[in-house]
């Protein structure tokens, strides 16, 4: 199945709301289409303005071009598309990857430690999520199946002592894509931030020509959640660009709309699936492709 068929099948659930949302427009009344955006979690703000945009033109356009108008409006949301893999594919990264447990970033890392050794890139992985067993042999069951190195040390030993062997590992072995996993939920005594915060600053402090790129992973099920815990995230840590999980499993997809207008970091992959290749760049022209695919 080709990229774009995964996305569109992933997509699925939100597209049959959005979908519902239109056919029961008529000349005035848009609110089975508000209520449709609103559950699949674009976000009041998002939804109230793309329907401003929607009405002041809405009537001077044939009901069957409606969905079109919109595809147009929410492309022009989103920020000009960047592909991170791109990026990725020259110069040596130290790929910093945080979110909650159970967001999807064990996974993502399986998948993009993949896709980027396919693109001929070498990459280790650092299980720096060492206050749980699972998370550092859930990684390894990656690293096997994507053949690449997993540094690691036991649990409960300190993360940023494996971040340090990690990138001195890389820099020794001339590896190009260092990709760090993360804690998402620690014991009570020690606070999430502050500890990511210090293996930040070992990165920062050890990395050398390898530059540092803060990846947050966001699970879409989640929906407006994932835009609180992103402004958090963001606070705290500075994150560069957004992985969007789980798409496949909701009708919440429309939340990728809502964080390109309220928020000012890019998504920059998604995920629709727990396959090895269900994940890739995101473009938004494919997104709303994606998204209203045979709607117009
Ligand atoms: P972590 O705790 O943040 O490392 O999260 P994991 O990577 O372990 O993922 C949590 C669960 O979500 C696992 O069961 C994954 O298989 C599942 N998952 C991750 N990404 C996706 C995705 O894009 N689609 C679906 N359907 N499931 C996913």
Known sequence: ????????????????????????????????????????????????????????????????????????????????????????????????????NGSGKTTTIGKLGYVLKQRGRSAIFVAADTFRAAAIEQLEIWGERSGIPVVKHREDSDPGAVVYDGIKAAQSRDVDIVIVDTAGRLHTKYNLME????????????????????????????????????RMFNEALGINGLAVAKLDGTAKGGVIIGIASELKIPVVLVGVGE??????????????????????
């Open 1 to 100: 199945m080709s990229w774009f068929d995964r996305l569109r099948k992933g997509l699925e659930k939100t597209r049959a709301l959005i979908k519902r949302g239109f056919s029961s427009i008529d000349s005035e009344n848009l609110e089975e289409l508000e209520r449709a955006l609103l559950s699949a979690d674009v976000g009041p703000k998002s939804t109230e303005f793309l329907l401003e945009a929607l009405k002041s033109k809405h009537n001077t356009y044939p009901r069957e071009s409606l969905p079109i108008l919109m595809e147009n409006i929410i492309t022009s949301l989103f920020p000009p598309s960047s592909d991170v893999l791109d990026l990725f594919s020259k110069d040596k990264w130290v790929i910093f990857v945080v979110g909650v």
């Open 195 to 230: 500890e990511l915060k210090k293996v930040k600053g070992i990165i920062e402090r050890e990395r050398g020509e390898y530059k540092l790129y803060t990846l947050l992973v966001i699970d879409a099920t989640m929906g407006q959640n994932a835009i609180n815990q992103t």
């Open 275 to 296: 396959e090895i290749e269900d994940m890739q760049s995101f473009n938004k022209e494919e997104f709303v492709d994606a998204l209203f695919w045979e709607m117009n």
